[in-house]
């Protein structure tokens, strides 16, 4: 089992920033991949950001290139997406995921392919 707990959201006006935290905690699985996704009302939930334990590599949603970075702790206990640059359309959920198998990279982007969610926090940024 792996509990993932979001923190960080907010209201910012456009053009400003946030951090979004994602803390892990894994009793028996080893948690290989992590995602940020994120939902707006009545849209589809959306990859925004990835990155896997092996090699640490980091995979982005072309919308988040250039201004969001994910990163992670040296433990692999929290995994941090900062944004900068927001703009309204940013406005939405956003959920950190985790994937206890490992993943192909043309399935980083589905949300099908990440086991366990977070509850998710709010970003909010206004015009």
């Known amino acids: 089992q792996v509990q993932l707990v979001e923190s960080g959201g907010g209201l910012v006006q456009a053009g400003g920033s946030l951090r979004l935290s994602c803390v892990t905690s894994?009793?028996?699985?080893?948690?290989?991949?992590w995602g940020w996704f994120r939902q707006a009302p009545g849209k589809e939930r959306e990859f925004v950001a990835g990155i896997r334990r092996n090699g640490g590599i980091t995979y982005y949603a072309d919308h988040a290139k250039g201004r969001f970075t994910i990163s992670r702790d040296n433990a692999w206990n929290t995994v941090f997406l900062q944004m900068s640059s927001l703009k309204p359309e940013d406005t939405a959920m956003y959920y950190c995921?985790?994937?206890?198998?490992?993943?192909?990279?043309?399935?980083?982007?589905?949300?099908?392919?990440?086991?366990?969610w977070g509850q998710g926090t709010q970003v909010t940024v206004s015009s």
């Open positions: 894994s009793q028996s699985s080893r948690p290989y991949n």
């Open positions: 995921a985790v994937s206890t198998r490992q993943i192909i990279t043309s399935q980083t982007t589905a949300p099908g392919s990440y086991g366990y």
